[in-house]
């Protein structure tokens, strides 16, 4: 069974705008390279808001509501990260997660992203984000109240906003 990979982005409460790179794991590697595939867009969207508004739910936490904005900038780097650029949150640009979110339309100074890599479905990104206290973080955050999410392939993006 090949290692899977996850990295997450997130923003610090006293200093909003200000990021804070959780790296991953020494010996876990980011797969060399990925088909790209089409993001399963809609189901998929519906059901990672079902399953993080679930989590969130259970800890007395309001509901996480998609944005299309942040979808967009999700996919997009999900995208980029399958063409084998390994796990990383700056973009074929040298972009950050709050850049591409304004690109598309979502300007927040307050942001977070996960991304992940290997795993073949939602539940298995998901369980594994909620073992990393990162990724949990940013889940969590009680500040959050928007998402996107893109996936390609086995490569994964969950932006996550105050708001738009």
């Known amino acids: 069974m090949r290692p899977l990979a996850l990295l997450a982005l997130a ?10 790179v959780i790296p991953v794991p020494a010996g876990i590697p980011a797969a060399a390279s990925r088909a790209a595939t089409p993001d399963p867009a809609p189901m998929a969207l519906d059901a990672a808001g079902q399953a993080l508004n679930d989590l969130r739910m259970a800890r007395g936490l309001s509901p996480l509501r998609p944005d299309s904005r ?3 900038a999700a996919r997009s780097h ?9 796990l990383t949150h700056r973009g074929a640009d040298g972009s950050r997660p ?6 598309a339309g979502c300007r927040t100074p307050y942001i977070g992203e ?10 298995q990104v998901l369980e594994g984000w909620m ?3 990162g990724h949990r ?3 969590l955050n009680p500040r959050f109240g928007r998402f996107g999410l893109g996936q390609n ?8 906003a105050d708001a738009c």
């Open 70 to 72: 942040l979808t967009a």
């Open 114 to 123: 996960n991304i992940a890599s290997g795993q073949r479905s939602l539940q």
């Open 98 to 103: 709050a850049t591409r979110a304004a690109a």
């Open 11 to 20: 923003a610090l409460p006293l200093l909003p705008g200000c990021l804070i």
């Open 137 to 139: 973080a940013n889940i």
């Open 153 to 160: 392939g086995t490569s994964w993006v969950l932006l996550l």
């Open 78 to 86: 999900a995208a980029f990260l399958a063409t084998g650029a390994g």
């Open 131 to 133: 073992t990393s206290p």
